[in-house]
């Protein structure tokens, strides 16, 4: 039954991955259409870093209980 919570945080970690990643590649489009200014650069590591730490938090959770 742990093993399943483990499953289950993996893959909500890995979809905050892939919504985030989509975002930084949404915000650089802008960038470099608009030229826009460099707080724009800062959203854009925000969630870059964001989805890389939700990544790795859900493989840790998967690791921790399911032992894989």
Known sequence: MIARLGMVLYWCGL???ILCEIS???VLVI???NHAASEAWMAAV???VAGGASWLVG???KYVL???
């Open 31 to 33: 960038i470099v259409n």
């Open 59 to 61: 493989r840790a959770a």
């Open 24 to 26: 930084t590649i949404v």
């Open 46 to 48: 925000f969630f870059a």
């Open 15 to 17: 979809a905050i991955a």
């Open 66 to 68: 399911s032992g894989i």
